[in-house]
């Protein structure tokens, strides 16, 4: 259970934004991410804790027996995979229909959406970038296009360099990189590791990497399915630009 628990943890902002009285103890039904649906006789009013009304899991993180099993002992669980930014404010309006909050859940959808829009049309006509980007060293990982954090790179005019390749987190070679050409470097594996981030691979053996633009990422911002995500793509978008003004100046 704990294991469960800690995978759905990147829930618990969002839900944080709108776990608020509930007027009315009326049975809710919502469809998860595994096509199945989640019915609590009145919304949840304890989630992810001890004697939860509700569990939520992730379905790419959480290995589907554990989850089984919780459902084994009775417990609800709403189980998601955020593939795109549009699946953030479709969760948030989710699960504030199951906790019985849905006039607060929806004022963060919009929110959020209005925000993710205004960096979609700023960056609409950018020129395209090619980025690498990591989600840990040894072994380099990093993720295909069916990604949020791909999407995220989309938004901010960037094309992801592995796009194509079949699992959510590749693993690639430091010789694959270099024949991908990216034209930058973001990403981080741990939080504050701004300038060790980019002192590592200045010091990359290769030539070719070391020469390129290298761009920090938290990635509490980035790979936690949240609204916060909107922090880490506007961190995206300004690491992009930054790349456009350099090429610009170059010429």
Known sequence: MVRAALGATFL?????????????????SITDDRGKKVTLAAPAQRIVALKPDLILAWKSGNPPGDVGRLEGLGYPVYTSEPARLS?????????????????????????????IGA???????????????????????????AHLISDVIALCGGENVFA??????????LEALIAAKPEVIL?????????????????????????LPVFYVDPDLMQRPTPRILQGARAIC??????????????
């Open 187 to 211: 990403g981080g594996t741990r939080p504050g590791g701004d300038e060790a981030y980019t002192r590592e691979w200045r010091a990359q053996a290769m030539e070719p990497l070391r020469a």
């Open 164 to 173: 194509d390749l079949r699992p959510l987190t590749p693993n690639v070679t």
């Open 12 to 28: 618990l902002f969002p839900i944080s934004y709108f776990l608020f009285p509930v007027s009315a103890a009326q049975p809710v």
């Open 238 to 251: 300004a690491a992009l630009e930054q790349v456009r003004i350099s090429r610009q100046d170059a010429k």
């Open 87 to 115: 699946d953030v404010p479709r969760l948030l309006r989710a699960i504030g229909a199951l906790a019985g909050t849905s006039a607060s859940a929806e004022k963060a959808a919009a929110e959020f959406e209005r925000q």
């Open 119 to 145: 960096l979609r049309k700023r960056y609409a006509s950018a020129r395209r970038v090619r980025v690498f980007y990591e989600i840990w060293r040894k072994p380099l990982l990093t993720v295909n296009g």
